[in-house]
């Protein structure tokens, strides 16, 4: 999300949408992400659903113009994250895991500062 | 009735090549149209030919410590058993060698992938690959089994083990009119076990060609090659096994086996298009919770079925 940033509203507005509802409507890549890396009470499917709500409030309702400007901040904190991953990675296939690492949205510039508290 | 013929040594492998050679064309004729491009027939047919003479061409790549005897067995093994599980398959009326046991045979020759897709996974010393090679094994137990009580409903029903009698059973309705579960069990299985469509997780583009992934030149020709020749020969076969073979009216026998053969072939490219990759971890529960019991179920109709007439 934080790639669309300044991206003009007249184009993207409706393309999101689109995209938005063919993800909603797509049973199978629901069944491919429900019960997948379960973590404070949401799975994949929850978290990708979230962002989905994210990119949509973040488009203004009417027909406005400009820079988009909501929705640009980073998730959650990273050094959490990172403590909960190995537990959740445990016993994933690869497919899955990469699942699961991307629907957390580490915060890799985040990330550096945390790994160097933490191993230090 | 089916029997052998000499003559069907030369022709298998051209009618082989060509079936193989109009799918992949089929194919690159469907994501042409996809990416918003038309694609003439000419240009689709030039598509494998193409890639096959940059292949042969084709610098050979290999990789640090690798396993060259198991990578290159492995590659070879793929067309070797598409071509060895085609043995059985009727062309019209004959087929190379009508064995007694030509279902148990052809199902031998499918498994052979397992190996092959494994070894070529397991070759190249490289995590990706091998990652590639496990998901193939995964995804065989959980398509094979619903696969093998496919093939077994329909040796049943005819009471025989041998193509050319399978075939002959059908001279009244054909088996897909009753046995509809084994038929989609077999073509979904089908594309399982040449790991198409949403089963292509071994070849996967997230594993960054997986058991494929550091194959190139000729080798990366043998084994996309076997490959689309895995994929005809086990959607060629659903004709003589469920869709009455030969048999149909005016048109003669050969004919009859092409359109079928065609018609299977080109719902089996059109389905493996249509759908996303399905990681196993998923399909295994639909493997074994739902479609084993459907084709045990399948067997039991039909078996009861045989018993009462």
Known sequence: ?120 | MADSALWTVPVLPAVLAVAVVGTVALDAALSARAAGRTETVTGAVGVPLREVARLFVGQRRSTTAADGVLWRAGVITLPVAGLLAALVLPLGFTSVADLAVGVVWFNAMEILAWAAVWMAGWGPNSALSRVGGYRFIAQGLAYELPHMFALITAATAAGTLRVGGIVAAQSGPWFVVWMPVAFVVYLLSAMAMAFWGPFDAPVGRDVAGGAAGELSGVDRLLFFGGRWLLLVVAGAMAVPLFLGGRSGPLLPAWLWTIVKTGAVLAAIVWVGRRFPTVRMDRFVEVAWLVLIPLTILQALVVALVVLAR
Not at chain 1, 8 to 23: G, M
Not at chain 1, 24 to 30: D, E, I, N, W, Y
Not at chain 1, 45 to 52: D, I, V
């Open chain 1, 1 to 120: 999300m934080m790639i669309l940033c300044g991206a003009h509203v007249e184009q993207l507005t409706p393309l999101a949408r689109r995209l938005a509802r063919r993800l909603r409507g797509s049973r199978t890549l629901r069944w491919l992400t429900d019960d997948v890396g379960v973590h404070s009470g949401g799975d994949v499917s929850a978290r990708w659903l979230a962002w989905l709500v994210d990119i949509e409030q973040a488009l203004p309702g009417g027909a406005g113009t400009g820079p988009i400007s909501g929705g640009c901040q980073p998730a959650q904190d990273p050094a959490a994250l990172l403590a909960v991953l190995p537990e959740l990675l445990e016993g994933a296939e690869l497919g899955t895991a990469r699942l699961i690492v991307a629907s957390l949205d580490l915060n890799i510039a985040g990330l550096g500062t945390a790994a160097a508290v933490a191993g230090g």
